[in-house]
T-cell receptor, first 114, second 113 residues
Framework: DSGVTQTPKHLITATGQRVTLRCSPR?????VYWYQQSLDQGLQFLIQ???????AKGNILERFSAQQFPDLHSELNLSSLELGDSALYFC?????????????FGQGTRLTVV | GENVEQHPSTLSVQEGDSAVIKCTYS??????FPWYKQELGKRPQLIID?????GEKKDQRIAVTLNKTAKHFSLHITETQPEDSAVYFC????????????FGGGTRVLVKP
């Protein structure tokens, strides 16, 4: 157990819908990262938050947004869902603002868009 | 931005043989290079990392080497065992760039008994 909690574990929804994925980082970790992993693909960086503020942005679609709350948990919102958004979404956390320390991954949320 | 290329995409080895995975990066300012192992259906987990002030690091059967001049780093697994079968990802980051980890495409390693 990495100490990073993601909910839900599985999510099935229809095209055009909106979903929210939740991540609770390890206790004391200030940085949260979101990654997308499509079937048999690598890990695509979406966005990073540090202590409530956006720190870095990757290839995140405009239909996607995220935020980090004062209690440091983070949510990833995916809207106007398309079949191609089906993927495993990972959240990771690390202790400080620099990524030059280990990032601990949650177990992921598997999103299926039908 | 940073771009990380990883080769090979698949690697099949006989149990007991060595496995080598290579990565190249584009951003010369990158200074942290972790390797993650992802078993089927599970989360990626760090197995070893190296910083740019070190050329080589070893942990039991796993070693990583870094060539900053050539901008490439490699993972070496010796005496492979069936439980080494997984997908391995290399990554690179630098402190100033928002600290995001840029991952390679992954290598699926199969260790045949």
């Amino acid at each position: 157990d990495s100490g990073v909690t993601q909910t839900p574990k599985h999510l099935i929804t229809a095209t055009g819908q909106r979903v929210t994925l939740r991540c609770s980082p390890r206790s004391g970790d200030l940085s949260v990262y979101w990654y997308q992993q499509s079937l048999d693909q690598g890990l695509q960086f979406l966005i990073q938050y540090y202590n409530g503020e956006e720190r870095a942005k990757g290839n995140i679609l405009e239909r996607f947004s995220a935020q980090q709350f004062p209690d440091l948990h983070s949510e990833l919102n995916l809207s106007s869902l398309e079949l191609g958004d089906s993927a495993l979404y990972f959240c990771a956390s690390s202790p400080v603002g620099t990524s030059n320390t280990e990032a601990f991954f949650g177990q992921g949320t598997r999103l299926t868009v039908v | 931005g940073e771009n990380v290329e990883q080769h090979p995409s698949t690697l099949s080895v006989q149990e007991g043989d060595s496995a080598v995975i290579k990565c190249t990066y584009s951003d010369s300012a990158s200074n942290y290079f972790p390797w993650y192992k992802q078993e089927l259906g599970k989360r990626p987990q760090l197995i070893i990392d190296i910083r740019s002030n070190v050329g080589e690091k070893k942990d039991q059967r796993i070693a990583v080497t870094l060539n900053k001049t050539a901008k490439h780093f490699s993972l070496h697994i010796t005496e492979t065992q069936p439980e080494d079968s997984a997908v391995y990802f290399c990554a690179a980051s630098r402190e100033a760039a928002g600290n995001k980890l840029t991952f390679g495409g992954g290598t699926r390693v199969l260790v045949k008994p």
